[in-house]
């Protein structure tokens, strides 16, 4: 479920972020920004797809450690 929301506010953090640059690009008042601006999105890119990076080791482990315990040496993915 966790997956569905950071998937989410990816797409959201895109589309503001978007909206926002056309915004700032055009108004030469607020054309500092810009570079911050930038900054701000790759960093939440970053923190995201590490999160996503994070549950789908934790996944894989718990997959694992099942087909173990049930005694079978497949490495399939578990079900959600």
């Given at each position: 479920?966790?997956?569905?929301?950071?998937?989410?506010?990816?797409?959201?953090?895109?589309v503001v972020g978007t909206f926002l640059?056309?915004?700032?690009?055009?108004?030469?008042?607020?054309?500092?920004?810009?570079?911050?601006?930038?900054?701000?999105?790759?960093?939440?890119?970053?923190?995201?797809?590490?999160?996503?990076?994070?549950?789908?080791?934790?996944?894989?482990?718990?997959?694992?450690?099942?087909?173990?315990?049930?005694?079978?040496?497949?490495?399939?993915?578990?079900?959600?």
């Amino acid at each position: 479920m966790l997956e569905y929301a950071l998937f989410a506010a990816i797409l959201i953090m895109t589309v503001v972020g978007t909206f926002l640059y056309n915004a700032i690009v055009h108004d030469p008042l607020l054309a500092g920004f810009t570079n911050y601006l930038i900054v701000v999105y790759l960093v939440f890119l970053a923190l995201a797809f590490g999160q996503l990076n994070c549950l789908h080791r934790k996944r894989v482990l718990v997959g694992i450690s099942l087909a173990n315990a049930r005694g079978s040496l497949s490495l399939a993915e578990p079900r959600p």
